[in-house]
């Protein structure tokens, strides 16, 4: 790969990891069963932790997916975000060229797999997607059947 494509993994990356966190904001203050209140306090308490995030909705998410026995998509999918989490703990990676203490990130030359990278990614921003529209659809069904049983 040309350099001038080699410079653009970092910004694709923080790209990328910055949708995750988003979507996975949405999905808590949008689209899931947690109260407002409490859905604001743990966007408050995590911050920019997608692995945080994943946690909080990980069991909603199991209980209205009616996924078959066996079915690996969430293990899978906790296991990408454990593995981006642990990469960038402080999310800051792939937004400053050091830490808060000037330790320089990526000081010696190192190979990464772009596509492989950009594919996880990819994979995991259309899973939240889905989760999202599953969750938003639910929340729409269970709106209408309370404006039924209303009556």
Request: net charge negative.
């Amino acid at each position: 790969m040309d350099n001038s494509k080699k410079e653009l993994f970092m910004p694709i990356c923080y790209m990328y990891r910055n949708a995750v966190e988003l979507g996975l904001k949405r999905i808590i203050i949008e689209d899931s069963h947690i109260e407002r209140t409490k859905a604001l306090k743990i966007l408050r308490r995590k911050k920019h932790s997608i692995l945080g995030f994943w946690n909080s909705i990980i069991d909603e998410v199991d209980k209205y997916s009616n996924v078959p026995v066996g079915d690996t998509t969430l293990n899978d999918t906790t296991q990408y975000i454990q593995t981006f989490h642990d990469f960038d703990k402080s999310s800051d990676l792939f937004r400053y060229p050091c830490n808060k203490n000037f330790h320089v990130y990526f000081s010696k030359e190192k190979v990464l797999d772009i596509e492989n990278a950009s594919s996880c990614f990819e994979e995991l921003c259309n899973f939240l997607d889905a989760v999202d529209s599953m969750l938003s659809e639910i929340k729409n069904y269970e709106a209408k059947m309370a404006l039924y049983y209303d009556y």
